[in-house]
T-cell receptor, first 111, second 113 residues
Framework: KQEVTQIPAALSVPEGENLVLNCSFT??????LQWFRQDPGKGLTSLLLIQSSQREQTSGRLNASLDKSSGRSTLYIAASQPGDSATYLC??????????FGAGTRLFVKA | DVKVTQSSRYLVKRTGEKVFLECVQDMDHENMFWYRQDPGLGLRLIYFSYDVKMKEKGDIPEGYSVSREKKERFSLILESASTNQTSMYLC????????????FGSGTQLSVL
């Protein structure tokens, strides 16, 4: 059974710092891994999707990597800003209609 | 980008009421999903639909039903709302392929009193 874990559960950093959020999954047989951002009381906003055949994807200050063999994905945020404060979730698509979500990392960027 | 619209941001209902949550997507996606999100439990799949009038149970379908009469619209129905159904409900859609991206609506926070 696929399990997705995100560490740390919460993170507080000063503005301008580069940071890495971690996501691990127990079964390497995934179709893709997707990173989302969720603001309090809101829905999920898709940030990046990495297909199983890819190693990384980039969008602006965000870079996501995928290492299937080790069951890990990371989301790198460069030059963090207070507006980046949110909860970040990763989700592993295990095939069919099954997507397993991590519990999220709550990020706070201090001005 | 894809727009997934949930009709209500907040709903307050009484125990025993029949509740309808509506979701509409504008990109002709084949697949639509209903999740609920609870603190400490994360996102859990209630139902999904892969075509008009086609539906499949997810991990926690008890107490819920769904309807998909048109491709763009997927409704979640609470036949007789109970307090343990107080939750954030999230609708999502996706194109047909398994490798495609999930797009979410803005969520409906439902309180059952």
């Amino acid at each position: 059974k696929q399990e997705v874990t995100q560490i740390p559960a919460a993170l507080s950093v000063p503005e301008g710092e580069n940071l890495v959020l971690n996501c691990s999954f127990t079964d390497s047989a995934i179709y893709n891994l997707q990173w989302f951002r969720q603001d309090p009381g809101k829905g999920l906003t898709s940030l990046l999707l990495i297909q199983s055949s890819q190693r990384e994807q980039t969008s602006g200050r965000l870079n996501a990597s995928l290492d299937k063999s080790s069951g890990r994905s990371t989301l790198y945020i460069a030059a963090s800003q207070p507006g980046d404060s949110a909860t970040y979730l990763c989700a592993a698509n295990t095939g069919g209609f099954k997507t397993i979500f991590g519990a999220g990392t709550r990020l706070f960027v201090k001005a | 980008d894809v727009k997934v619209t949930q009709s209500s941001r907040y709903l307050v209902k009484r125990t025993g009421e029949k509740v309808f949550l509506e979701c509409v997507q504008d990109m002709d996606h084949e697949n639509m999903f209903w999740y609920r999100q609870d603190p400490g439990l994360g996102l859990r799949l209630i139902y999904f639909s892969y075509d008009v009038k086609m539906k499949e149970k997810g991990d926690i379908p008890e107490g819920y039903s769904v309807s998909r009469e048109k491709k763009e619209r997927f409704s979640l129905i609470l036949e007789s709302a109970s307090t343990n159904q107080t939750s954030m409900y999230l609708c999502a859609s996706r194109e047909g392929g398994e490798g495609e991206k999930l797009f979410f609506g803005s969520g409906t926070q439902l309180s059952v009193l």
